[in-house]
């Protein structure tokens, strides 16, 4: 049906819908749409209107091809519709109040510790987390707007029952604790990685010496361990959102257990603090053996009490 | 006095899901978009164009409908046709439909 004349008004109304519609339906709707649209101004012509009247009026009617592509498309008006709505808006309220202070926070650290003045890390802590927060707006919207138009593969949404009513003081603290484990997570992790290039101590080339041992950096050890890290704050949100599963369990503990056995590792192989920082520092000889052992005994301490709080809620279901 | 908007928005809710039944009713016998918007007007289910036919693409990809291509005439005219499937369905929603109706009357009082 291409004509070699300048398209008319009906041929650029029909390419404007068929640009929208995926294009193995194009052939089979134009056929179809362009029959309507001939039988309705016919319609329109025999009620004595000029054919130029008649076809203004019809492809009015039919409104914007935008929206009558959709239609054929099957594809929503919106960018989150209400089967995901509150999930949206759930998700992006935690990571807004956990994430922006936890970026900001830790940026203005690393500022305070580089020794900067105070309007540079006020500045750049706000300018930090105003950052984090468009980004955790954007790419959580992206992620939803995804998840809307991907035909779902039959996920089974979880129903909604009593047991998920918010428990008045319970579940505010533990919301008040997921948000002090992720403010605390992003400062330790940006001290450790910042801490080789912290002027605590310099060499004699006036070049900083690490605190931690070089090895872990040498090694990518250090890597795994805030890999770790990452993961277990993972859980912890996942332990606040989906309701308890043995599988949940198991991974929590897993990554516990993997924490602190690689810290003891650590300490035990004195891997920890960095030699030639203790020398500079002037510490006593034995500091490094004091800070190990103080480290093995916090981690077999956590690993009881994560053992304990395991069986506890174990028995508890 | 009810507002325009108030009223057209509520129409239009108690409305919806009307017009399928009605498409599938009248596609016991075959015909087109076009014809089917003029009789579902003249029926009583005002219906927008670019709401009926896509309307009818989905309820073919259902299989509540069929189509079959008529290059008789010179234009060339989809027809649907109310499936077996399609039949169906409007035997339960018409069935629905009475319950409610009955349903209605009793709530007003009336016999």
Known sequence: ??????????DRYIEATLRRVPSRQRPDIERELRTSIADAVDDRLEAGVT???AEAAVLTDLGDPARLAAGYADRPLHLIGPAFYLEYTKLLRVLLV????AVAAGVGLVRVLLERDASTVVGDAVGAGFTAALHVVFWTTVLFAIVERVPSPKLPTRRWTPDALPEPVGRRTRYAELIAETVAMVVF???ILISPVLRFQTDADGDAIGLLDPWLWDSGLIYAFLGLLVVSLGLSFAKYYVSPS????IGRAAVELATGLTLIWLAVNDRILNPAFVEAAGWSAGASRWTNGIIVVICIGSLVSAVVNGLRDYRRR | MLDDELLSTHLQELRRGTVVLACLLILRKPNYGYALLDLLERSGFAVDANTLY???????KQGLLTSDWNTDESRPRKFYRTSDLGEELAHTLSRDW??????????KGEP
Do not use: K, Q, Y
Request: aromatic share 4%.
């Open chain 1, 1 to 10: 049906m291409t004509t070699s004349t300048t398209p008319t008004l009906t």
């Open chain 1, 246 to 249: 043995i599988p949940l369990a």
């Open chain 1, 98 to 101: 956990t994430v922006v202070p």
């Open chain 2, 98 to 107: 009475d319950e409610l109706h009955a349903a209605f009357r009793t709530l």
């Open chain 2, 54 to 60: 896509p309307l009818l693409r989905r309820l073919e």
């Open chain 1, 189 to 191: 992790t940006s001290f």
């Open chain 1, 51 to 53: 054919p130029a009247e």
